[in-house]
């Protein structure tokens, strides 16, 4: 259940750095946006989400920006931790529709 | 904490042969969801369902592919005929309620047509 091309984007980052991952959306109809992580062998797991009416939204250990401006999101983790090791998704949603849309992804490594 | 959970783990099956995935969505939620994901490229929607019947879907979702929940907790996506570029990791998802709701996935399908 893993993006595994060659053309995945990779982050990599020692043990306890702040990471931040980045997207770029492509409808300006879009309203609320959510940040997925997937480990390998599993379904995409939920971490944090953001509406359009935001520009910031902070979790435990996690924070989403939200720049409808230039349609660009991003995602910080905070002292990162091998755990944290993943492929990370933005999926949009478009306003009066319930179908996400994902982008392509990036791959986090964490060096112990 | 609840979980979508999916059946089978791996599928293996003969091209144009019919296959039946199996999802249980999170109890009380109302909305579910089936999504793809070929080998490294992006997950993609197929479709959602809604009160016993599909709300949306996509064009990938054409005449081959039918959604059913045949009673209180199973949701089940059919590929009839299957074909080589079927094979793809299946994700069911499901959220609580109307309006913007964060999407809960299960683990996934991984369906290899041979």
């Known amino acids: 259940g893993e993006s595994v091309g060659l053309h995945l984007p990779t982050l990599s980052v020692q043990e306890g750095d702040n990471s931040i991952i980045n997207c770029a959306y492509s409808?300006?109809?879009?309203?609320?946006f959510i940040w997925y992580k997937q480990e390998s062998g599993k379904g995409p797991q939920f971490i944090i989400d953001i509406r359009s009416n935001m520009d910031k939204r902070q979790g435990q250990r996690v924070t989403v920006l939200l720049n409808k401006t230039v349609k660009h999101l991003s995602l910080q983790i905070a002292a990162t931790q091998p755990g944290d090791s993943a492929v990370y998704f933005c999926a949009e949603n478009i306003t009066g529709r319930r179908a996400l849309t994902f982008g392509s992804g990036t791959r986090l490594q964490v060096q112990p | 904490e609840p979980e979508v959970t999916q059946t089978p783990s791996h599928q293996v099956t003969q091209m144009g042969q019919e296959v039946i995935l199996r999802c249980v969505p999170i109890s009380n939620h109302l909305y579910f969801y089936w999504y793809r994901q070929i080998l490294g490229q992006k997950v993609e929607f197929l479709v959602s369902f809604y009160n016993n019947e599909i709300s949306e879907k996509s064009e990938i979702f054409d005449d081959q592919f039918s959604v059913e929940r045949p009673d209180g907790s199973n949701f089940t996506l059919k590929i009839r005929s299957t074909k080589l570029e079927d094979s793809a990791m299946y994700f069911c998802a499901s959220s609580p309620r109307q309006g913007k709701d964060t999407q809960y996935f299960g683990p996934g399908t991984r369906l290899t047509v041979l």
């Open positions: 409808n300006s109809a879009s309203d609320y």
